[in-house]
């Protein structure tokens, strides 16, 4: 794998969304009103990226590992499926209030998945637009439960008031719920495991509520980690800025009007552009254009490439594994 990987994005329609991730990302979204999320980079069941060109043109992402998995991730990430998962969000409406299981739970589930931690990167922001990060301090499972049951789970979750470039760290076991007005990305372990505490007591046009999952999700909080805050960068040796980093991934961001080196270390990158324009060179004099909203798959074995930053309004966000 001698070059950048492009995949097609897969799109979910939720009551949620709007039309945001074609009028401002550029996504080839169609007719209908709402939708919410892009998946870029996926490897979950029947949920599949697909290569969108080049000599690989039509595999999945589960078809790469299958047969060049060393080669993809480095061979001291190799395994049968792809760690990680990387979306857009449209959040036209707040999301449901839920939180997440960690590995050790999520395995003793049917079908067993992987737990799920995320971290989301605030590319737009509405005025007045809210985040609902962690439980406010003291809240325990007695408190949770109640506040369910009252119609008043906002009441005990902690607040934030986002601004473009801010990013929010949520490990598993972490009560939260994305508020209206938001343009995100989100890069998360590869799981779609999900329990709902609230949604606003709201339907879908077929006059429907969501399932809720009120007694796992008491189960799973982590009652110790306490209201979430925003991430503060760390500079790091390559001129970008580490965002995240954790256990399950790190997402660095790299701004644009320089040359960054991504890469080189035997191990996948994932990039992907959440403001203005930039591409990437590698090998002998090889380069790719990287759009606004355009996701590539850095293999392991294609080593070092320069990142080429457009104006200084471009954001390059970077992940991969430790």
């Not at 601004?163 to 890069?187: M, N, Q, R």
Request: a negative charge; glycine letters at 12%; proline letters at 6%.
């Amino acid at each position: 794998m001698q070059a950048p990987l492009r995949f097609q994005p897969l799109f979910r329609e939720y009551i949620w969304g709007a039309r945001r991730l074609g009028s401002v990302l550029g996504k080839p979204i169609g007719d209908a009103p709402r939708y919410a999320e892009s998946w870029e980079i996926v490897d979950h069941g029947e949920d599949q990226s697909i290569v969108a060109d080049g000599p690989l043109a039509g595999q999945s992402l589960s078809d790469l590992l299958r047969t060049s998995a060393a080669d993809l991730l480095g061979a001291e990430l190799a395994c049968d499926r792809f760690p990680l998962l990387l979306k857009y969000l449209d959040c036209d409406r707040v999301l449901s209030v839920q939180v997440h299981p960690d590995d050790a739970y999520a395995q003793k589930m049917t079908p067993p998945d992987l737990g799920k931690t995320e971290a989301w990167y605030i590319i737009a922001a509405d005025p007045g637009s809210l985040i609902y990060a962690g439980l406010k301090a003291g809240v325990g499972p007695e408190e949770l439960r109640a506040a369910c049951a009252a119609g008043r789970t906002e009441d005990v979750l902690h607040t934030l008031q986002p601004s473009a470039g801010d990013c929010v760290f949520i490990p598993a076991g972490t009560v939260h719920a994305l508020g209206s007005g938001l343009l995100v990305a989100e890069i998360q372990q590869s799981s779609d495991t999900t329990f709902r505490l609230f949604d606003w007591n709201r339907v879908d046009d077929a006059g429907n509520s969501r399932p809720l999952h009120v007694s796992q999700a008491i189960e799973v909080t982590d009652y110790g980690r306490g209201p979430v805050e925003f991430q503060k960068p760390q500079s790091l040796a390559t001129g970008g800025q580490r965002l995240v980093g954790c256990d399950k991934f790190f997402l660095d961001r790299y701004c644009g009007g320089s040359q960054h080196e991504v890469g080189g270390d035997g191990r996948f990158r994932i990039l992907t552009v959440v403001t203005g324009g930039a591409s990437v060179a590698w090998g002998d004099g090889q380069s790719m254009p990287l759009p606004l909203g355009q996701t590539v798959l850095l293999p392991a074995s294609l080593g070092q490439v320069q990142l080429l930053g457009g104006d200084a309004d471009t954001v390059v966000l970077c992940m991969g594994m430790p």
